[in-house]
């Protein structure tokens, strides 16, 4: 690809921001395992009147629900925040990268789009809190048969390690599901005649998805028929490959795509990315 210097140093630098995010608030996420753990092991004795064993089955999913909630409520604070700030560097990135956002035709569009955006990552991030509450509860039953309060610490610290390790991910995911979206909703709001070049890595960590459509710009008519079959992320223009996914669009003409060496997409390249998706 012979996309300029520039722009490739724009893109650089925007995914550098996005990697700081997401990897400082899934490093957050990891360190909770220790006070959580401790924090469910104090509810259960709460809840059974100091008998650990009774309070662990009288535990309801909303009470841990609330207590996930509260331990990772700063680091939710401190990941909005930062999502805050990439909203705010947006215009900039994307006259680094060729797309004026003074050619947004619909502003209250844009802003319904950015506020569908912003309460998208809260869910994400209250949908993770959910997932890891529903986990842990009946592995908190099982804690019921076992001998000591010592084994069930030690069983639930193992189980959350692993639990915010994925909680880590989806934070790091989220991130760039937002960016995306938010330079989707000014290219979807612009009069301009774009379409979506995919551009990324093309290594050994390559998705097939992300294989197949590298190199391709495709029209906005055929990015809405891509699916890359990722369970619980968005439509590719904000999940592109899925989880983790390290590549980014570029709204642009296909004439300009095309003197950066980009070639454009058909229907038969949709249904191969698709199937490479399966």
Known sequence: ?????????????????????????????????????????????????????????ALQLD????????????????WLDGLDAIERATPDFLREVGLDPETVVDVEELATIIDAAQR???????????TLSTELVPLMREGYRLESLTELSSRLADRLGVSLEKASTEARTQTAVYARAL????????????????????????RPFCEACVGLWFS?????????????????LESGGGYNCRHSWL???????????YKEATEADVRAANSAAR
């Not at 998208?120 to 959910?130: H, I, K, P, S, Y």
């Not at 009069?191 to 890595?201: F, I, R």
């Open 1 to 57: 690809m012979a996309i300029p210097a520039d722009i490739r140093a724009a893109l650089r630098r925007r995914q550098a921001d996005l990697d700081r995010l997401g990897n400082r608030i899934g490093s957050e996420l990891v360190g909770l395992r220790d006070s959580l753990r401790d924090r469910l092991i104090e509810l259960a004795t709460d809840a059974g009147g100091g008998d650990w064993r009774a309070g662990i089955l």
């Open 63 to 78: 009470q841990v629900a609330a207590a996930v909630a509260e331990e990772t409520g700063e680091i939710q604070d401190q």
């Open 120 to 130: 998208d990552a809260v869910d994400a991030f209250r949908a993770m809190n959910l």
């Open 183 to 206: 330079a989707n909703a000014y290219a979807d709001t612009t009069d301009l005649p774009v379409g979506y070049a995919y551009g990324g890595p093309d290594d050994g960590l390559t």
């Open 220 to 236: 906005r008519d055929l990015v809405r028929r891509l699916d890359n079959n990722q369970t619980g992320l968005p439509h590719p």
């Open 251 to 261: 709204a642009v003409p296909l004439s300009q795509a095309k003197r950066w060496g």
